[in-house]
């Protein structure tokens, strides 16, 4: 299997307060692998510290602009077509790796 580099991060997890930073190379190339503190994984955002905050947070807006498209868009329909499209729409979202 071959990755690229360019779409490969470093996730370093540890509740130290200062970590050491080893610097990571992937079959050679040259520049080193970016470290980041946080990224998203199959849809669950993985930070340093492996707090559920970031993950939480990103669920809980992408659930607020679903609904807010909703409610502009479906003010005048009838509750059943608001209850619908909730339970497509905002529902799995909100399941989904909960």
């Given at each position: 299997m071959e990755f690229n580099p360019n779409k490969c991060y470093v996730l370093t997890t540890t509740l130290k307060t200062n970590p050491f930073k080893y610097?990571?190379?992937?079959a050679g190339h040259r520049p080193n692998l970016e470290s980041v503190?946080?990224?998203?994984?199959?849809?669950?955002t993985l930070d340093?510290?492996?707090?559920w905050s970031p993950h939480i947070n990103n669920v809980a807006?992408?659930?607020?602009?679903?609904?807010d498209f909703?409610?502009?868009n479906l003010h005048g329909c009838p509750s059943h077509v608001k209850e619908k499209a909730?339970?497509?729409y905002?529902?799995?979202?909100?399941?989904y790796a909960s």
């Open positions: 610097t990571y190379k992937l503190k946080s990224s998203c994984y199959l849809g669950v340093s510290k492996l707090s807006a992408k659930a607020t602009r679903r609904i909703l409610s502009r909730y339970l497509i905002v529902h799995p979202q909100l399941e």
